[in-house]
């Protein structure tokens, strides 16, 4: 629980440096989030789990307020090709979006932390004089629980 409310303060001063305030409904999301930062969650499922809390908030303020965390790259949008935007939280001080390992099975999805694309930047940034914001990287696979139901 402290954990969450480090990352909690870290981000209401995030907010304050880019003038917005942490509202009551902000912050419940927020901590929708933060609670459930492994399972990628649609503004749907935020919006029931945050309903869940007896909160009274709308689904238009769920939307408006993700989009917001997500300018302030407080917030990643994914996308896992099945049609729905989901929301991860960005890593404190990262300077790139962590990649993912996605099962084509379960649907699990496991998170890596590691850049693994450093080498390749500097190849792309060198050789196509492109200057490179961020980048994205899904591995799409069998994931080790999967494999073992299938030996």
């Known amino acids: 629980m402290e954990q969450t409310a480090v990352a909690l303060q870290k981000i209401k ?5 880019a003038n917005y305030k942490l509202t009551p409904q ?7 989030l933060l609670e459930n930062e492994k399972d990628h969650l649609s503004a749907e499922e935020i ?3 945050v309903k869940l809390q007896n909160f009274d908030i709308g ?6 307020t993700l989009e917001m965390l997500t300018e302030l790259r407080i917030l990643d949008k994914v996308n896992f090709n099945d049609g729905m935007a989901r929301y ?3 890593k404190d001080g990262a300077k790139h979006f962590h990649h993912h390992l996605l099962c084509v099975e379960c649907g699990g999805i496991d998170e890596i932390e590691e850049d ?4 390749a930047e500097t190849i792309v940034e060198r050789d196509y004089a492109f200057k490179i914001m961020d980048h994205r990287l899904t591995f799409h696979g069998i994931c080790h629980t999967c494999q073992m139901r299938h030996s």
Do not use: F, K, P, S
């Open 13 to 17: 001063e995030q907010l304050h440096v």
């Open 59 to 64: 689904l238009a303020t769920v939307y408006r």
């Open 47 to 49: 919006y029931m789990l």
């Open 26 to 32: 902000r912050e419940a999301i927020l901590l929708v």
């Open 116 to 119: 693994l694309l450093m080498e």
């Open 88 to 90: 991860d939280m960005r």
